[in-house]
């Protein structure tokens, strides 16, 4: 079946340091890739998302790139702020399986300090 | 403001309990989900409803039981719950047609604890 795996955390970088958080995916079809972000005591936000290959979601300053060839959805961003502190999902989408949820990594939390 | 209101925000409850969670959508989508979250472990999908037709089922215990009367509302009622039960319940919500690439967009969730 379809699985997401995603870089242990936490992640702990200075504020203005650049992030890459690891994501990588196995799937059936052709699934269309996410991330959220989840803030303390919120549910879940959509971050940035990609529906085929060699798309570029973006948002926030985020970026990640939709890589077929490694099947990869990694998560950047140039100069990371003290307010990006949460923790950060990547999540796929295949309809091929027959099912409308989404498939989720396990998370990985972030921590900027000043 | 996500668009998706989940109420009770906190919920403590004893073993031998019967509650229910609710979940409204004002986006004006025709599919609904419930996700469990416990520390430490991937979302769990529970329960997907489309059109308010169950049409995913993830193995839940029969002490978790979806009602879903119409596409903006979606409860959870929960009846002789165990210790691990604990965690945070999400729902979300999104446009089903047909197509993967419609994201969800979620509630800020329920946080149960089991007494």
């Known amino acids: 079946g379809d699985s997401v795996t995603q870089m242990e955390g936490p992640v702990t970088l200075s504020e203005e340091a650049f992030l890459t958080i690891n994501c990588t995916y196995t799937a059936t079809g052709y699934p269309s890739l996410f991330w959220y972000v989840q803030y303390p005591g919120e549910g879940l936000q959509l971050l940035l998302k990609?529906?085929?290959?060699?798309d570029k979601g973006s948002n926030k300053g985020f970026e990640a790139t939709y890589r077929k060839e490694t099947t990869s959805f990694h998560l950047e961003k140039g100069s990371v702020q003290v307010s990006d502190s949460a923790v950060y999902f990547c999540a796929l989408s295949d309809l091929d399986t027959g099912r409308r949820a989404l498939t989720f990594g396990s998370g990985t939390r972030l921590q900027v300090q000043p | 403001e996500t668009g998706v209101t989940q109420t009770p925000r906190h919920l403590v409850m004893g073993m031998t309990n019967k509650k229910s969670l609710k979940c409204e959508q004002h986006l004006g989508h025709n599919a609904m989900y419930w996700y469990k979250q416990s520390a430490k472990k991937p979302l769990e999908l529970m329960f997907v409803?489309?059109?308010?037709?169950?049409?995913e089922n993830n193995s839940v215990p029969s002490r978790f039981s979806p009602e879903c009367p119409n596409s903006s509302h979606l409860f959870l009622h929960l009846h002789t719950l165990q210790p691990e039960d604990s965690a945070l319940y999400l729902c979300a919500s999104s446009q089903d047609r047909g197509q993967s690439n419609q994201p969800q967009h979620f509630g800020d969730g329920t946080r149960l604890s089991i007494l």
């Open positions: 409803y489309s059109l308010e037709e169950r049409v």
């Open positions: 990609a529906t085929k290959a060699d």
